[in-house]
């Protein structure tokens, strides 16, 4: 078949003014600094960036050239020790998709990007347009294939895609000027020129008949193509994923087709062809039956041989050959293969030492981590060296492949953050990283960045105060507590809303209570329309806002640090809505339609003097308003546009403290206004074209922080500003479960700063901590207020919160000294818990006795559960006398036996307030023996102690355990462990019985029953509950019923009942045996229907194979049933307590269904919810209607 294309028709592109560009230059700011280059140097962190394309100078082999995805141009000149980026004279390219160097003249250097060919005369260490070239926002959208034969580096050819056409371009002037040459609605998925002839040209364009792709070529230059179909079919009836080509200056001759499907498991189908006359004629190589076109094929030296798989062929499919070998090819989809025999076999490695999948999987790839990361896209190779260029960065074998390649990606700037937060002052960060995983630095505990866990992980958020605590979305969404002692052992919850998919925003943290933070609950695919709130650090969620009737997410959420109540969110498409109580009720204060002019809205800041002075931005580029103002709350509204370019506009952030700084994230770099400027200015030198979606400032070092599609970028404020105190606290109330308040700072303030706070009815009363932590367990009175006063070299700030903390105690102390080793006249024991942090108890000094170990027993009055003590040293500056250095604590129900100490340490020289945490015990007496005084004397001295009472639940009492096996693994919160009754050497027979406590007396409307996961033994069938104030009067039981054969979780709901204890007595075992086994167990207490409750049992780790639990909710149901995390189900059906089915739902990947239920006549019913999946085991969920 041959293309003819008129000449008559030919576009001609002609380079006008290659100075010109639409960056503005920075009058302000200094030049912007990457950071963290190092990433992949202390842990396996799966990878640093995408690359896409990779080249290797033909004159000198250590100096490679590498194409980002979104970063533009790096180059190393000694393999891959060190990196540049040398794209900084063409700072609107991102995508690379090619590089080819000129064998006529190896400094000149052609690349394929996204904004067109760009070219170097100096080997590739700088870069500058050609004619053919898009400004951004305009640019080329993929298949940017750049070529040229050994005869000249003046003609190249190139292609690229057009609206829907897909386009050939020559130029024979080293692209100032190029030619249309042809043009296909079909496909190229590639293109190569014939290594000693200029006019030969080679392409795989996609059958316009099938899903095939076919092999064209032309002899003159582009201008008639002809469809090949010996050797290599043409128009076949195998469909096809991708192709890809490759030609070498070894053999002129030699043409290679690399071409695949991917199916799946054995529909994964490759095959290798080989012309060695100019592509005139092929011959199939590999792989399976040579007159077969394309079928799977898993011998021994096959390429898809041991998990070599084919997955995502048409993003990534890189292939090459040997510029110096034509036999040598290599090739890679998910792993990296390579052949010596032109195609015919394929191994990992020439040695033989890495055979299989696993091995390849868990070679040392570099120091800090093993395995290749898969997902290619570029390969060079010359001589001995192979270079690879994959998802996670770049590898390097310099013996050509005898052994796998090595990871040499550290040094490459290729980051494309798909959620970035950090901590308010010590840097503590965390990002989500697009093909690869979510990672966390801590440079005192881990040295670096680790990875976590996730694959195209997405939101990322620090808590800016608790910084241990983060928030993400890897593959799910979930809360971890992230380890202090190592890189391993972060604990893993899920998080109880959905954090969207690629939304590049933050959750949003209140000014004043940290671990109260509201958030987009934005579902599968975006799809929950709701916005939530939480106030106990992600444990439970309250729906404050549905966006369901116009399906549309609040994308942007921010309280103001002027009045905390006030609350603003940004609702897509154009929409704000602001609240004046913290999120209990809502206005619309949209700006007006005119000035929107039917745009979305994105980003909204609010001033930290004034909350109702606002600005909100819009996000496209096209937009005739960036930047939207009010100063009167949304009442009314003003363009505040001047100065910006026509770019997108990504992120917005005010710098508190400031005359009204604001700083703006475009593609073309970050702008920044203040009081008194007319328009928007260029903030900062040097950044390059890119998404900027993440602004954060640090105000202790002074620095505004960039997350961008190219890695993180840091620059100084555009100017330093007095201090402004700000506090915040874990929370607001005390209550009869815990009165310490956990103080911190949350200032605009210097490294340097000095802090005083005052804390009346508290103790202490004062402190010069950044982080007091302060007792309320004596105080009286409704509520209690703080002050706290910085300091820094720019001057002082204070903040008072009057009646900040709410007092819900329903009793106070009633803690008293039992008894005391000694005392002094005036410092008797009893001033230990008197609640004033100005008097203390101290030892006799005169006594002959006065010698450590010193003793304090208290008596709580009730024997109660002890999780730990409070312990405020004394408070004056007489150089610590008295205060006690290392410290033993005991728990009794008998004060004149102790057994072994529940905890011990030793206490620093301060007067800041100690708290000491210990597994519960239950008791009514502590005793506090204090071994030895922080400078060695013989005196202790107590300021105030206290007892922390636990009101988690635990076990009271089962009836038998076996040793490992322990009863109170039935609420250690961990999925892996179980209680299970004894079954040797004792075999005790049903019922058996476990007792839970909590605490106090609870209302309570359920429990949930996890089974055992790993095998049937023990799980329960037939079942019994109550629930009661007296663990040993029962009365009637609150529920009864039979559970399935099943690792689901198991929901009972029953009619309200108040009770401290609970009770499961179970019956029979689903297989008859005598045992009894739980994961886990816990209560269901009456919610709200606006609150989502997190499952108290969670997964201990999440891994690739794990998934959130299905839940469905309300229970009891009322009208509408919803189902959430049910994507991989692809029927729900319903039934009654009789198993008759009531009616069948067909699922399409929904991942949150909801089902009306209304119209079913029956009420206190069970109703049965089973769902379907072909990949997995069904899942039944019983519910009351």
Request: proline letters at 4%; charged letters at 20%; glycine letters at 8%.
């Amino acid at each position: 078949m041959r293309t003819f294309f008129s000449i008559s028709n030919r576009v001609v592109l002609i380079l006008l003014a290659l100075t010109i560009s639409p960056f503005a230059i920075a009058q302000n700011g200094t030049p912007w600094s990457q950071l963290f280059l190092d990433w992949n140097n202390t842990q396996d962190n799966g990878g640093v960036g995408v690359v896409r394309s990779i080249r290797i100078n033909p004159s000198r082999t250590n100096s490679v050239l590498i194409g980002a995805a979104t970063a533009g141009i790096w180059h190393t000149s000694d393999s891959g020790n060190n990196y540049t980026l040398v794209s900084g004279g063409v700072p609107e390219v991102e995508w690379v998709n090619e590089i080819v160097y000129s064998r006529a003249n190896t400094e000149i250097v052609y690349a394929g990007t996204d904004v067109g060919v760009v070219k170097s005369l100096d080997a590739g260490l700088t870069w500058s347009y050609t004619g053919l070239r898009r400004s951004k926002p305009n640019h080329y959208s993929e298949d940017q294939w750049v070529d040229l034969a050994n005869t000249s580096s003046d003609v190249v050819y190139a292609t690229v895609k057009e609206g829907a056409s897909y386009k050939l371009y020559k130029t024979t002037d080293g692209g100032v000027n190029w030619v249309e040459m042809y043009s296909s609605i079909h496909r190229i998925w590639d293109m190569r020129v014939k290594p000693n002839d200029s006019n030969t040209i080679y392409i795989l364009e996609q059958s316009s008949a099938t899903g095939w792709i076919n092999f064209k070529r032309s002899t003159d230059g582009g201008v008639v193509f002809n469809t090949v179909s010996n050797g290599f079919p043409s128009n076949s009836n195998n469909n096809t994923h991708r192709a890809r080509l490759a030609t070498t200056p070894a053999n002129n001759n030699v043409v290679y087709i690399a071409i695949g499907y991917n199916g799946g498991g054995v529909e994964d189908k490759i095959s290798f062809f080989k012309s060695s006359d100019s592509g005139l004629s092929f011959t199939k190589k590999c792989c399976g039956n040579s007159n077969t076109p394309l079928e799977y094929a898993n011998g021994p030296s096959d390429f898809t041989y041991e998990t070599c798989h084919l997955s995502q062929l048409s993003w990534n499919f890189a292939f090459t050959v040997s510029e110096t070998n034509e036999d040598v090819i290599a090739c890679a989809a998910n792993k990296l293969k390579i052949s010596e025999d032109g195609g015919e076999t394929w191994k990992y490695d020439r040695s033989g030492n890495v055979v299989t999948g696993a091995q390849y999987d868990n070679y040392s790839s570099n120091n800090a981590h093993t395995g290749v990361h898969g997902d290619h896209h570029g390969l060079s190779i010359i001589g001995d060296n192979i270079w690879n260029a994959n998802d996670g960065g770049v590898y390097h074998s310099s013996d050509r492949s005898n052994t796998v390649v090595l990871d040499k990606s550290d040094g490459l700037g290729v980051q494309e953050l798909w959620g970035y937060s950090q901590s308010f002052k010590n840097d503590i960060m965390a990002v989500g990283l697009n093909h690869n995983q979510i990672c966390f630095r801590d440079d005192n505990v881990y040295g670096g960045w680790i990875g976590v866990n996730g694959a195209d992980a997405m939101a990322a958020n620090v808590n800016p105060i608790d910084d241990q605590y983060m928030y993400n979305h890897p593959w799910g969404h979930e809360r971890v507590k992230r380890s202090l002692e190592g890189k391993t052992g972060h604990e893993h919850q899920e998080l109880g809303i959905e954090l969207g998919y690629i939304t590049l925003d933050n959750l949003e943290f209140d000014p004043h209570q940290y671990y109260t933070i509201y958030g987009s609950d934005y579902g599968d695919r975006n799809e929950t329309y709701k916005l939530a709130k939480t106030t106990d650090n992600a444990k439970t969620w309250q729906v404050i806002k549905n966006f369901e009737e116009e399906q549309k997410n609040a994308v942007s959420i921010k309280v103001s640090f002027a009045n905390s109540n006030y609350v603003y969110a940004v609702v897509k498409p154009g929409k704000v809505i602001k609240s004046e109580d913290k999120g209990e009720t809502w206005a619309d204060v949209s700006p007006p339609s005119n000035l929107v002019n039917g745009k979305n809205l994105w980003r909204i800041a609010v001033s930290d003097k004034d909350p109702n002075h606002i600005w909100v931005t819009i996000s496209e580029n096209d937009a005739q308003n960036k930047v939207l103002h009010s100063v009167d709350g949304g009442t009314t509204w003003a363009n505040f546009s001047a100065g910006l370019p026509n770019q997108n506009i990504y992120s917005l952030i005010y710098q508190r403290g400031s005359d009204d700084i604001l700083y703006l994230g475009t593609s073309f770099g970050v702008y920044y206004r203040k009081n008194g400027m007319q328009q928007w200015a260029l903030f900062g030198t040097g950044m390059p074209a890119c998404k900027t979606p993440f602004l954060f400032i640090n105000y202790a070092t002074g620095k505004l922080r960039l997350g961008t599609s190219r890695g993180l970028w840091e620059n100084d404020l555009i100017g330093r500003t007095p201090p402004k105190a700000n506090i915040t606290a874990d929370r607001n109330v005390i209550d009869d479960t815990n009165q310490i308040i956990k103080y911190a700072d949350y200032s605009v303030i210097d490294q340097n700063a000095t802090y005083l706070w005052s804390f009346p009815n508290g103790i202490p009363s004062t402190s010069i901590e950044e982080r007091p932590t302060v007792s309320y367990a004596r105080a009286t009175g409704d509520s209690f207020t703080a002050t706290l006063t910085v300091t820094d070299s720019r001057g002082t700030s204070t903040q008072t919160l009057t009646d900040f903390i709410s007092n819900e105690k329903t009793t106070n102390s009633a803690e008293t000294v039992h008894s005391s080793d000694s005392e002094r006249v005036g410092y008797e024991a009893i001033k230990a818990v008197d609640g004033d942090a100005t008097t203390y108890w101290f030892t006799n000094w005169s006594s002959d006795s006065n010698t450590y170990p010193h003793n304090l027993v208290i008596d709580i009055g009730t024997s109660e559960r002890i999780k730990g003590i409070s312990y405020l040293p004394k408070q004056d500056l007489d150089s610590g006398s008295g205060r006690i250095g290392n410290f033993e604590v005991y728990v009794s129900d008998d004060p004149n036996n102790w057994g072994t100490a529940v905890a011990s340490g030793s206490w620093p020289n301060t007067s800041e307030l100690q708290i000491v945490t210990f597994s519960p015990k239950r008791g009514r007496y502590y005793k506090l023996s204090a071994l030895s005084e922080v400078n060695g004397g013989n005196d202790a001295a107590i300021a105030e102690i206290n007892a922390i009472i636990s009101t988690d639940p635990y076990v009271y009492s089962f009836d038998s355990e076996q040793a490992g096996d322990e009863a109170f693994k039935a609420v250690d919160k961990n999925n892996g462990t179980i209680w299970h009754t004894e079954w040797t050497p004792n075999n005790p027979p049903y019922p058996h019985e476990l007792v839970i406590d909590l605490g106090k007396t609870k209302e309570i409307n359920g429990i949930n029953y996890l089974p055992r996961q790993g095998q049937e033994n023990g799980r329960i069938a037939s079942y019994e509950i109550y629930v009661s104030d007296d663990p040993t009067n029962w009365g009637d039981t609150v529920a009864t019923g039979t559970w399935l054969n099943t690792k689901e979780l198991q929901t009972v709901n029953f009619a309200s009942k108040s009770g401290r204890y609970y009770k499961l007595k179970a019956l029979s075992e689903v297989n008859g045996n005598d045992w009894a086994s739980v994961a886990e167990i816990n209560c269901i207490y009456p919610t709200s229907p606006n609150v989502l409750r997190k499952s108290h049992i969670t997964a201990q780790k999440i891994s690739s194979s794990d998934e959130p639990f299905v839940v469905a909710y309300p229970n009891p149901i009322v009208d509408d049933l919803k189902i959430r995390n049910v994507c991989n189900y692809h029927t729900i059906m319903i039934f009654d307590a009789n198993q008759i089915k009531l009616f069948e739902v067909k699922n399409n990947k929904k991942d949150n269904v909801k089902i009306p239920l209304g119209n079913i006549n029956r009420s206190n019913t069970i109703i049965f919810v089973r769902l379907i999946s072909n990949t997995k085991p069904p899942k039944t969920i019983k519910l009351i209607k």
